[in-house]
């Protein structure tokens, strides 16, 4: 087996880290764990029809609730205007949904009770983080309870065979459902284990620790056992070597670096908590901010999509042309020469035309340079002598007379056929870039086309190359047989 090579069998019987426990953890996180700042939902925006069309504030780009410049719609100071809003409860005109006559009996989101809204509950707050009662998800500092009751009930030697299997197939979201069943029957399992159970067996599957630069306050990485705000992003890779040139900067230099890595990571999910659009503050949406509003300092202009006209979207067309007249749609997969649809530039039937064209002999606009005024461009063939094509398509038979040597500069022949000995002061060395010699004859020192082309785990000169000389750098894995194999520390 090569250094890099993945194994293709595995000794299933001999399952690391089996346990008896089968214990479930906590089902308290689901999926409606997270909140959303959801803003207006009926009125002028959304899927009304009636609202801003209706009103004609926002047709010169002002106001969609008053009609005033200056200022946009969510800013208005004036009261809002219920000239042609529709309720979305009983399809009336004239109100919103929460002041509806005949709306139903509100729910609380807490209890499930009718009759009063989560801030009005009796019941204690329950974190929808731990499960525990008495706080929110957004000061938690628990361990969250991870519901994995979506995955079956089965022994870790089960679990590990799925795994097994799932690499072979080389079926990256398998493994990791494999690897939520397994941690459901172990729930003790750590990442550290797992990479060490893989290196120990020649699993190829490799858990790389990487440091995202940026990560959205709304995220966080969070461990097997539901501890979040984890330094490093844990990924799933079928080799130890980074796939792309930019993943160089963000992965580990050793493979004890990612071990230790692995011991203050996870894999990336939400916090479940929403993040404020005024304060910029993670706990609360804006509609509940604290602090005062804040004020805008720019005014958002609305530009249509379409014919690039301000004070009007797409959507807001039948407005558009009620104050500019129609307005031709655009086809934006039109031909760029004629401008007609049905077809690309290059099956054009048209000639091509110049329109936005710069001649490159007099610059100016409006011709090419074959057709250059001021003399010049020829456009005959180079071959021939004739015009309407090129040499390229040239049919007649090629003229040597025509051809000069790279080598000698004589005419009637090219430098491959040329007869005298090659001229080397015209030859540049792709090595040295010294003129003179090729680089088969070159005598300074080779240079590596990409030094950083064949190491795994970015820092190692070795690669697979010094592991195939034996050389103990860290830089490789051991071959297949290797005593040290089983050793997670050597395995690279």
Partial sequence: ?????????????????????????GATWGANGGTHDAGATNGHFGGDTNGDAAEGGGGGGGCFNCGQTGHNKADCPNPRSMEGVVCRVCNKDGHMAKECPDAPPMVCRRCGEDGHMVKECPQPEICKNCGEEGHGAAGCKSARKVD???????????AWEIIVAAIKERELDDVKDAVQIYVKASPDTTYVQLEEAFRSQEVGIWLIAIEKPYMAPTLTNMDLQGNMDKKYTVTYRFSPKPTRPREREVWPETPEQNM???????????????????????????????????????????????????????????LANQLSGPVPRVDRYACKNCGKGGHISKECPEPRSAEGVECNKCHEMGHFGKDCPTGGGGGGCR???????????????????????????EYGHTGKECPKPRDYSRV???????????KVRCKNPLVAEDDAGDRGFGG?????????????????????GDASAVDANSAW
């Fill in 460 to 480: 190692n000169d070795g690669g697979a190359g010094a592991a195939a000389t034996g050389a103990d750098d860290g830089s490789a894995w051991p071959a297949a």
């Fill in 260 to 318: 230790e890595r692995l011991t203050d990571a996870g894999e990336v999910v939400d916090r479940g908590i929403s993040k404020c659009r005024n304060c910029d503050e993670l706990g609360h949406s804006a509609k509940f901010c604290p602090e005062e509003k804040r004020d805008t300092d720019t005014v958002n202009i609305v530009k249509c999509y379409n014919c690039d006209g301000e004070g009007h979207r797409v959507r807001d067309y039948i």
């Fill in 383 to 409: 071959n021939c002598g004739q015009e309407g094509h090129k040499a390229a398509d040239c049919t007649e038979p090629r003229d040597m007379s025509k051809v000069q040597c790279r080598n000698c500069d």
């Fill in 148 to 158: 994995r009751s979506q995955f079956p009930d089965m022994t870790a030697e089960a």
């Fill in 1 to 25: 087996m090569s250094d890099w090579e993945t194994p293709t069998t595995t000794n299933g019987g001999d399952t690391w880290g089996a346990s008896e426990n089968t214990g479930s953890a």
């Fill in 428 to 438: 540049k060395c792709s090595n040295c870039q010294e003129m003179g010699h090729t």
